[in-house]
């Protein structure tokens, strides 16, 4: 057992406990790459976002106490609650700056935490990727903590699975954290676009053909 799960608080071995018990026994997980996964140390975990099961299903699989960014109409509902107890929750307004809520997470990764985040900066309703938002990268830029980049899949079904008793199949690919250039912390709106670029097209590379939005022309001009 690594140094960071044997902190754990009872209750978040708990919670991954049963977040793996329950997807391994209502679905049919797919995940490679856990050998990627730092056990302990900063670090900044990215999931694309399509859908409200992406944060359990990423929860069940990356083993360490992590800290997420929620939208603000969770807060006070069941679900936020839950996000709070199990992933110390901070809450945010979409598309509105924030500064209270990135210094609370410049402050989890600087002590060597680990934050969650959505690239796309909210969840994607097309079914593909929507083009990433610099926030990630930016939090990556003035902490120096590696981006681990996952791609989730099939947990958009789940829910039409279970209605009619089936086990969905629900895919997790984990790439090599990523670590900006020296010299990242000075970065300014260019760089980090680019930076933002990368990590997107990072993203799509993993995921299906189909679920890779507006970067899927993009990844065909590469082939």
Do not use: C
């Amino acid at each position: 057992m690594s140094t960071d799960r044997a902190r754990l608080p009872v209750h978040y071995r708990f919670g991954h406990w049963f977040a793996r018990t329950f997807f391994r026994v209502v679905s049919r997980m797919d995940v490679r790459g856990r050998e990627n996964i730092p056990q302990a140390g900063p670090l900044i975990v990215a999931a694309n976002h399509m859908h409200a099961l992406d944060l359990p299903v990423v929860f069940a699989v990356v083993p360490r106490r992590q800290t997420v960014f929620a939208a603000s109409k969770w807060r006070g509902k069941f679900a936020g609650w839950l996000m709070q107890i199990f992933a110390d929750a901070i809450f945010v307004e979409r598309g509105e700056p924030d500064r209270q809520a990135i210094a609370r997470a410049l402050e989890v990764v600087r002590q060597g935490g680990a934050l969650g985040v959505a690239p796309e900066g909210t969840r994607s309703r097309t079914g593909g990727l929507i083009e990433g938002k610099p926030g990630t990268v930016y939090l990556a830029s003035r902490s120096g903590a590696p981006i681990l980049p996952i791609a989730v899949w099939g947990q958009e079904q789940a829910m039409w699975h279970w209605a009619h008793l089936r086990r969905p199949e629900i895919h997790v690919r984990i790439a090599e954290p990523v670590s900006l250039p020296a010299g990242a912390e000075h970065a300014r709106s260019v760089e980090l676009a680019s930076y933002t670029d990368q990590l997107m097209l990072t993203l799509a590379h993993m995921l299906p053909q189909d679920y890779r939005g507006v970067y899927a022309s993009r990844l065909k001009e590469q082939d």
